[in-house]
């Protein structure tokens, strides 16, 4: 039975990526795409989820935008991965999918209530899932699971301490950790064991279909980005590994631990406190994803990009 999910995003090249993955593992019914601010301005993040969607055929999937800013900080965008426009690397025709006009918290609500066993897979800032916990309650606690790319049991991205989907949105982070429902966090931890070499960017170039031609310019851009900005480490495909996580479980490893995200305007605002040895005394709340089947993951991506014609 494919698992039906709801991918909350902001694309981003990974989010790209993730969507594309979505799409063709069999695996996983995307019911809806919704958009967030993070890497990008809400428009732009809307218009590349739009643009990636039309150049893939994805024509049945509704796309909804959400928050167009952060629930209580100061708005953080990526520009210098991801471009100006966000998604750098391709010329994209304007897209032929269209812009569904709910809100994405209300489309993401409707999608809900209408489907049994439905995860949430967030791979931007939280704003939109905390605003639907908090503007549908009752619905929201019919969702199974929230897979989330965030956070970090060590070093952040952004600051030190705080990696960018929860520096962006911390007090989004915070409710919905402290929501009570199942929250399995992809961090960074995991997702630096997906790192974009260049022998897989040849992988994907040597596909050989439209999709995975735009999925290897996206990456070389991206790759190229984050070797050209200082103190980046690595190309890692972030947005993917929750996805996979969905599709494979047994591919990302995880441990249950509490997670704690600091709203404090601190130098560790933002930072996601994972308690891996048990020493706090505040009871489990989160899964958290510690190793990653990198050939696997890979495989699952290649087969993916493969799928599309
Ligand atoms: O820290 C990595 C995360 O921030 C990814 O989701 C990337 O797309 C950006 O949103
Ligand atoms: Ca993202």
Redesign the pocket.
Known sequence: MAQKIILD???????AL?LLLAHAHPAVELLAVTTVA??QTLDKTTLNARRVMSVAGIKEVPVAAGAARPLMRDQLT?PE??GQSGLEGWPFDEPEVGLDPRHAVDLIAETVAACDEVTLVP???LTNIALALHRHPGVMAKVKDIVL??GSSGLG??TPAA???IH?DPEAAHIVFSSGLPVTMVP?DL?HQAMVTPQILEQVRAVGNRVADMAAALLGFYSQAIDDADGLSGA?L??PCAVARVIHPEIVECKRVNVVVETARSWSYGATVCDLQGISGREPNALIAQDLDAGAFWDLMLDALTAYS
């Open positions: 995003c902001d694309p981003g090249h990974d989010d993730a993070g890497n990526a991965v991801h791979v931007g800032p790319m965030g991205n952004t990696e960018f989907n962006a960074l997702t890692a972030h947005d």
